[in-house]
Every structure is written in structure tokens, then in C-alpha cells.
């Protein structure tokens, strides 16, 4: 919900570590941060149960997204949710 380098002078980038991972990704932002994710993912292929979601409305940076009462919690919700049920279809 932050997908920003904000350690990226101690730890490898987040660019090296996403073009490596095989693991399911959900990754999101507000919609104005979304242009910051883009840059990071420009290279990079993800994978079959790997997303980039950008909401339609003006969003939330991190979970505060998720919050009751918050704008366009629900747009995330309904996305976390369709996430989680093609990653782990019996759950």
C-alpha cells in the first residue's frame, strides 16, 4: 500500500526484488502516487496473481485506503477481495 524505494540506499531496490518475485503481488497506491509505481513496474512483467491496482477516485496513500469512512475504501475492498480469491480460489 506505500510500493515506494524508501530504503533503496541500504536494501536492493524494489525494481530488482519485483522482477525477481514469483510470489502473488498486490500492489496499490493513491491514484496521484500510482505515476511513482508505474516507474518502478515500467521494466518489470508481472506475473500470473501479480497486480497493480489504481483506483478510479483520488485514493489513499497506504491502508489508511482500507479505513471505514475513508473515500473509495470500497473500490479497494472490492479489488483486495477479487486478489485474494484468484490467488486462493478455496478459501
Same mark, same amino acid.
Not at 489504481?54 to 483520488?58: F, K, L, Q, W
Given at each position: 500500500?506505500?510500493?515506494?524505494?524508501h530504503? &533503496?540506499d541500504?536494501r $536492493?531496490?524494489l525494481e530488482?526484488?519485483?522482477?525477481?518475485?514469483?510470489?502473488p503481488?498486490?500492489m496499490?497506491s493513491a491514484?496521484?502516487?500510482s505515476?511513482?509505481? /508505474? /516507474?518502478?513496474?515500467?521494466?518489470i512483467?508481472?506475473?500470473k496473481n501479480q497486480?497493480h491496482f489504481? $483506483?478510479?477516485?483520488?485514493g489513499?496513500?497506504g491502508?489508511k485506503g482500507?479505513w471505514?469512512?475513508q473515500d473509495?475504501? /470500497? /473500490?479497494?475492498w472490492?479489488?483486495? &477481495? &477479487?486478489?485474494?480469491?484468484?490467488?486462493? $480460489?478455496n478459501r
Open positions: 500500500f506505500s510500493g515506494f524505494n530504503f &533503496r541500504a $536492493p531496490t530488482t526484488i519485483l522482477s525477481e518475485l514469483k510470489k503481488l498486490f496499490t491514484k496521484a502516487e505515476s511513482i509505481i /508505474e /516507474e518502478i513496474l515500467k521494466d512483467k508481472l506475473q497486480y489504481t $483506483p478510479n477516485g483520488g489513499q496513500h491502508a482500507l471505514n469512512g473509495d475504501a /470500497e /473500490e479497494y472490492v479489488e483486495i &477481495r &477479487r486478489f485474494l480469491t484468484e490467488v486462493y $480460489p
